[in-house]
C-alpha cells in the first residue's frame, strides 16, 4: 500500500513570478548570443565605403554614415598603434573590446573620443572629424585607403 501526499501549491504570484524570470532570462540570453554573433559577424565582415553621402561604416550595430563635410582630410594618416602610443585606446565608454577585435567609443591615451573598429593594430587609419571625434579602422592597405580619402576629399 502506498500512501500519496500533494505540496500545497505555491500562491498563483509564486508561479507567476517563476514563469516571468524564465522568460526574461531566456530573452536575455538570446540577445546576448545575437549580440557576440553580430560583433563576431562584423569583426570578419565590416566594410568601409567612400560614398556620396559620406563615410560608410558597416553593418552591424555601431554602423553610421559620416557626412564627408565633417571630415578633417589634413589629419587623415595611416598609423600603427604599437608605435603611436597617443592613439591607443584607453577607457571603453561604448563598445566591446574583445582580443583581437575593439569596436565601438573609446577614450584615447591624448583624450580624444573615437569610434573605432580595430582588428589589427599596425594597420589603422586615423580620420579626424570636424564633430570632437576621431575615426579609427583597421584596413588591410591602409596608405591605400590614406590616399583615397584624400582625393575623395578634393
Given at each position: 500500500?502506498?500512501?500519496v501526499?500533494?505540496?500545497?501549491?505555491?500562491?498563483?504570484?509564486?508561479?507567476?513570478?517563476?514563469?516571468?524570470?524564465?522568460?526574461v532570462?531566456?530573452?536575455?540570453?538570446?540577445?546576448?548570443?545575437?549580440?557576440?554573433?553580430?560583433?563576431?559577424y562584423?569583426?570578419?565582415?565590416?566594410?568601409?565605403?567612400?560614398?556620396?553621402?559620406?563615410?560608410q561604416?558597416?553593418?552591424?550595430?555601431?554602423?553610421?554614415?559620416?557626412?564627408?563635410?565633417?571630415?578633417?582630410?589634413?589629419?587623415?594618416?595611416?598609423?600603427?598603434l604599437?608605435v603611436e602610443?597617443?592613439?591607443?585606446?584607453?577607457?571603453?565608454?561604448?563598445?566591446?573590446?574583445?582580443?583581437?577585435?575593439?569596436?565601438?567609443?573609446?577614450?584615447l591615451?591624448?583624450?580624444e573620443?573615437?569610434l573605432?573598429?580595430?582588428?589589427?593594430r599596425?594597420s589603422?587609419?586615423?580620420?579626424?572629424?570636424?564633430?570632437?571625434?576621431?575615426?579609427?579602422?583597421?584596413v588591410?592597405?591602409a596608405?591605400?585607403?590614406?590616399?583615397?580619402?584624400k582625393?575623395?576629399?578634393?
Amino acid at each position: 500500500m502506498e500512501n500519496v501526499f500533494n505540496i500545497v501549491p505555491a500562491a498563483s504570484g509564486v508561479y507567476t513570478f517563476i514563469w516571468i524570470f524564465g522568460v526574461v532570462m531566456v530573452v536575455l540570453i538570446v540577445g546576448l548570443v545575437a549580440m557576440f554573433a553580430s560583433f563576431g559577424y562584423q569583426a570578419r565582415h565590416a566594410t568601409f565605403t567612400l560614398a556620396d553621402t559620406g563615410l560608410q561604416i558597416g553593418p552591424g550595430l555601431y554602423s553610421r554614415t559620416i557626412p564627408k563635410a565633417s571630415v578633417d582630410f589634413t589629419g587623415v594618416r595611416a598609423m600603427d598603434l604599437n608605435v603611436e602610443k597617443n592613439y591607443q585606446l584607453k577607457w571603453r565608454t561604448n563598445g566591446t573590446g574583445m582580443p583581437g577585435f575593439s569596436v565601438g567609443w573609446f577614450k584615447l591615451q591624448n583624450s580624444e573620443k573615437a569610434l573605432a573598429f580595430i582588428t589589427n593594430r599596425s594597420s589603422v587609419v586615423y580620420i579626424p572629424t570636424t564633430d570632437n571625434y576621431s575615426v579609427l579602422l583597421s584596413v588591410k592597405d591602409a596608405a591605400n585607403m590614406v590616399a583615397a580619402l584624400k582625393q575623395w576629399g578634393k
